[in-house]
């Protein structure tokens, strides 16, 4: 039986650095320019795609990693860099894992590649599951797919929102409505490839925060894709719902849909990114502390600060420790019997909200102007308690995961 260990392996640990260095030179020096701009940051995307980390394999080699660690590894060096240009990097893996979680063989290697293009040509891809009045409550969701038999092809209506790279993606991956009697259950993935007719950017958010990143509505109308198309197959889709319909008779047990596998594979991720975030904004906060000096001293000599930076860091290592665990339990096929996944989630979307804020105190004045980058550091931490389920989300399904009730 292995030994029992935290430590990274040798190949781990050359990734590691090779991701840290690239977010150091390249990420950084680029973070405040892109922020301002609120534009995809391409030029930084492309240099992504030279090296090799903008690319279906990489992101596979991630995702294989025996250990699970390769993914939430990643992501937190590369969000370590800046929140905004990382999700610009990586926001195509959501869509590529909704076809990991759903498709063939034959659509992951079809579509996928896709989603990457290639180091000249770099494109990006779109998951579209949020709507204006179906967030968190996917059973709301009024985006309609209608089966055309006879020239076998789906019809596609509704408008998406709080899309990553929508309206500029290569390939989006919709997720709608195919049997609205039986609420989330009744819901499928579609593959919309590069210009179909119908489907158009909508409107482009002015955020808060993770400004680089591209976030819009996307709107469908009348779009037309084969059927193909639909992630899975019809004849899959035919017996999940058949199943979905006996057991709502009987009174109905869950049955996972598209957009929530999605969601499941991706959480320790994104608990990886705030973690990286959080790591970074304690970092600036920690050197600031041993250089400014106030009443003859460092101001790191203040308890005051000290047990703030004390803190900090045993959040940050306790959150990556609940990602790492998740990260390896989706792996190694471990049930989240606790729901482990949405907990990794939640600790670390609020440790990074709580700690960029802490740092932005530790920095005073200076760190509540542009010229230190903690501000932004907490203006993008505050996403990671919203997206890919709020926090509020995430206790819910932690409540009825630990108690087995549909509490509401």
Same mark, same amino acid.
């Given at each position: 039986m292995a030994e029992f260990t935290l430590e990274l392996n040798d190949d781990q640990k050359q990734v590691k650095e090779w991701l840290h260095g690239f977010a150091a030179d390249v990420?950084? $020096? @680029?973070?405040? &320019? =892109?922020? &301002?701009?609120? &534009?995809? $940051? =391409?030029p930084v995307i492309q240099e992504a795609?030279? *090296?090799g980390i903008y690319s279906l394999d990489f992101y596979a080699q991630q995702f294989f990693d025996p250990t699970g660690l390769g993914i939430p590894m990643a992501m937190e060096e590369l969000f370590w860099g800046d929140a905004g240009?990382? #999700?610009?990097? *990586?926001?195509? !893996?959501l869509a590529a894992? !909704? *076809? #990991?979680?759903? !498709?063939? &063989?034959?659509?992951?290697?079809? =579509?996928? $590649?896709?989603?990457?293009?290639? @180091?000249?040509? *770099?494109?990006?891809?779109a998951f579209c599951s949020s709507e204006p009045d179906a967030g968190s409550d996917v059973a709301s969701m009024r985006t309609r797919a209608v089966y055309d038999e006879a020239k076998d092809e789906w019809v596609l209506n509704g408008t998406k929102t709080w899309a990553t790279n929508g309206g500029i993606a290569n390939v989006h991956v919709v997720v709608a409505v195919v049997d609205p009697d039986i609420g989330s259950k009744g819901h499928a993935s579609f593959i919309v490839p590069p210009s179909t007719p119908g489907l158009s950017q909508g409107q482009k958010f002015k955020k808060h925060g993770i400004r680089a990143s591209h976030t819009a509505e996307v709107v469908l109308e009348d779009v037309r894709v084969p059927g193909h198309c639909l992630l899975g197959g019809k004849e899959k889709l035919d017996e999940r719902l058949a199943r979905a319909r006996e057991r709502a008779k009987a009174g109905g047990e869950r049955v996972k849909n598209a957009a929530m596998a999605t969601f499941e594979a991706s959480r320790p991720a994104v608990g990886a990114m705030a973690v990286g975030t959080a790591r970074a904004a304690y970092e600036v906060a920690l050197d600031y502390a041993k250089t400014r000096s106030q009443f003859g001293r460092p101001i790191i000599d203040n308890q005051g600060i000290a047990f703030q930076l004390?803190?900090? /860091?045993t959040r940050i290592d306790a959150a990556r420790l609940l990602v790492w665990r998740a990260s390896w339990m989706a792996t190694t096929g471990k049930p989240f019997t606790s729901a482990e996944g949405s907990m990794s989630k939640l600790y670390a979307s609020e440790t990074a909200r709580d700690v960029t804020a802490q740092a932005i105190q530790i920095l005073g004045g200076n760190g509540f102007t542009r010229e230190y980058p903690v501000e932004r550091m907490h /203006?993008?931490?505050a996403i990671y308690t919203i997206f890919e389920g709020t926090s509020e989300i995430q206790r819910l399904v932690i409540a009825r995961t630990l108690s087995g009730m549909p509490i509401r």
């Amino acid at each position: 039986m292995a030994e029992f260990t935290l430590e990274l392996n040798d190949d781990q640990k050359q990734v590691k650095e090779w991701l840290h260095g690239f977010a150091a030179d390249v990420i950084r $020096p @680029a973070a405040a &320019e =892109w922020d &301002e701009r609120e &534009e995809t $940051p =391409w030029p930084v995307i492309q240099e992504a795609a030279k *090296v090799g980390i903008y690319s279906l394999d990489f992101y596979a080699q991630q995702f294989f990693d025996p250990t699970g660690l390769g993914i939430p590894m990643a992501m937190e060096e590369l969000f370590w860099g800046d929140a905004g240009i990382a #999700l610009s990097i *990586v926001g195509t !893996g959501l869509a590529a894992v !909704g *076809v #990991l979680a759903n !498709g063939t &063989e034959e659509q992951i290697g079809t =579509w996928i $590649p896709q989603m990457y293009g290639d @180091a000249d040509d *770099v494109k990006v891809a779109a998951f579209c599951s949020s709507e204006p009045d179906a967030g968190s409550d996917v059973a709301s969701m009024r985006t309609r797919a209608v089966y055309d038999e006879a020239k076998d092809e789906w019809v596609l209506n509704g408008t998406k929102t709080w899309a990553t790279n929508g309206g500029i993606a290569n390939v989006h991956v919709v997720v709608a409505v195919v049997d609205p009697d039986i609420g989330s259950k009744g819901h499928a993935s579609f593959i919309v490839p590069p210009s179909t007719p119908g489907l158009s950017q909508g409107q482009k958010f002015k955020k808060h925060g993770i400004r680089a990143s591209h976030t819009a509505e996307v709107v469908l109308e009348d779009v037309r894709v084969p059927g193909h198309c639909l992630l899975g197959g019809k004849e899959k889709l035919d017996e999940r719902l058949a199943r979905a319909r006996e057991r709502a008779k009987a009174g109905g047990e869950r049955v996972k849909n598209a957009a929530m596998a999605t969601f499941e594979a991706s959480r320790p991720a994104v608990g990886a990114m705030a973690v990286g975030t959080a790591r970074a904004a304690y970092e600036v906060a920690l050197d600031y502390a041993k250089t400014r000096s106030q009443f003859g001293r460092p101001i790191i000599d203040n308890q005051g600060i000290a047990f703030q930076l004390a803190d900090m /860091r045993t959040r940050i290592d306790a959150a990556r420790l609940l990602v790492w665990r998740a990260s390896w339990m989706a792996t190694t096929g471990k049930p989240f019997t606790s729901a482990e996944g949405s907990m990794s989630k939640l600790y670390a979307s609020e440790t990074a909200r709580d700690v960029t804020a802490q740092a932005i105190q530790i920095l005073g004045g200076n760190g509540f102007t542009r010229e230190y980058p903690v501000e932004r550091m907490h /203006r993008d931490a505050a996403i990671y308690t919203i997206f890919e389920g709020t926090s509020e989300i995430q206790r819910l399904v932690i409540a009825r995961t630990l108690s087995g009730m549909p509490i509401r």
